[in-house]
């Protein structure tokens, strides 16, 4: 499953605007800051102000699901070359049959 980021859901739940937001701040929130997804390059300075400016806990905006056994090794194999050509052949069988 992964990280999940909450920002949006915190900030619509404590009914805090992105501009309310960015004046706690004294900047501009990113355009990768507002999406439903972890920012990729997210640091703990930022996390940190973020939540100084919220008065949060890094776990108010920033979650992690293990992924189960099967996700994990659907993972490890989506980047085996041999197993992607037996799901090409595999799937080109059940279509004739």
């Known amino acids: 499953m992964g990280l999940h980021w909450h920002l949006n859901c915190y900030l619509k739940d404590h009914r805090i605007s992105y501009a309310d937001l960015e004046e706690r701040l004294g900047l501009t929130v990113a355009h990768d800051l507002r999406g439903e997804t972890p920012p990729i390059d997210l640091s703990l300075p930022v ?36 197993y992607q050509s037996f799901l090409s052949f595999k799937q080109g069988q059940d279509a004739e049959g």
């Open 47 to 82: 996390l940190a102000d973020l939540c100084q400016a919220l008065q949060c806990q890094p776990a108010d905006l920033l979650s992690f699901t293990p992924d189960t056994p099967a996700e994990t090794a659907e993972r490890n194999l989506s980047g085996d070359l041999f």
